[in-house]
């Protein structure tokens, strides 16, 4: 009989952006301190599950979500390169609807073809990098549980992959709060179903955070 295997992509709690900048994969933005506290519920929250690896994007703030989970359980926190945000061309810029980067002529040929969004990196590239990150997972906690920290758009963008959807969507309509967990349950090799949940409350997905 096959074994269950579970493995949790955990978005990051949030990031103390004063300036409200997209900050992609720039160094340096930490949890803020609701996002300390959002990464102590998730660990109160998955106390008890039967985790057995614990694995983060490289980015301080995925790393500072995964800390308090994996000591929980005794166990050190890997890093998977895969796991990390989008690479984006508007790192370092306001973004928001009307404002910043977005009223520039200059960027608007970013803009015009949704397959390959703004950020430069195409979807089924982003998905495929996470799925790669899923399997090592899957097989590094094979009949137990593992836990993976990443962030929304990775999240998101290989939940709709897996459920055979378009990648192209609109990011006001994403299920993916502040340190939500997606749930992927796995009998052997094969993806059985996708449990979502917001053990610290839900969060609106246009407010960047990624």
């Known amino acids: 009989m096959s074994a269950t295997t579970i493995v949790h992509l955990l978005r990051h709690g949030e990031v103390y ?3 409200k900048i997209l900050y992609g994969r ?3 933005f930490k949890l803020s301190d609701r996002g300390q506290r959002q990464a102590l519920t998730v660990a109160e ?3 008890t599950h039967d985790i057995t690896h614990v694995v983060a994007s490289p980015l301080q703030r995925a790393q500072e ?3 308090p989970i994996a000591a929980a359980h005794r166990l050190d926190v890997e890093t998977d390169e895969r796991l990390i945000e989008a690479d984006n061309q508007f790192e370092g810029e306001r973004v928001a609807v009307g404002d ?13 073809n949704p397959f390959r969004p703004s950020w430069g990196e195409p979807y089924v590239e982003i998905a495929h990098r996470m799925l790669g990150a899923i399997h090592r997972a899957r097989r590094a906690a094979e ?3 593992a836990l993976c920290v990443s962030h929304q758009l990775p999240i998101w963008t290989v939940r709709r992959f897996l459920e055979a ?3 192209w969507h609109d990011p006001r309509n994403r ?3 502040l340190a939500s967990l997606t749930s992927l349950v796995f009998e052997g090799e094969e993806l059985v179903r996708i449990v979502y949940s917001e053990p610290a409350g839900t969060t609106d997905p246009k407010v960047t955070g990624a």
């Not at 910043?100 to 015009?112: F, S, T, Y």
């Open 165 to 167: 959807k378009r990648l």
């Open 26 to 28: 720039l160094p340096g």
């Open 175 to 177: 299920q993916c709060s």
């Open 100 to 112: 910043g980067a977005l009223r520039e002529p200059k960027h608007w040929p970013k803009l015009v």
């Open 45 to 47: 929250a998955v106390a």
């Open 143 to 145: 009949g137990h549980e």
């Open 65 to 67: 979500t995964a800390a």
């Open 17 to 19: 952006n004063p300036d």
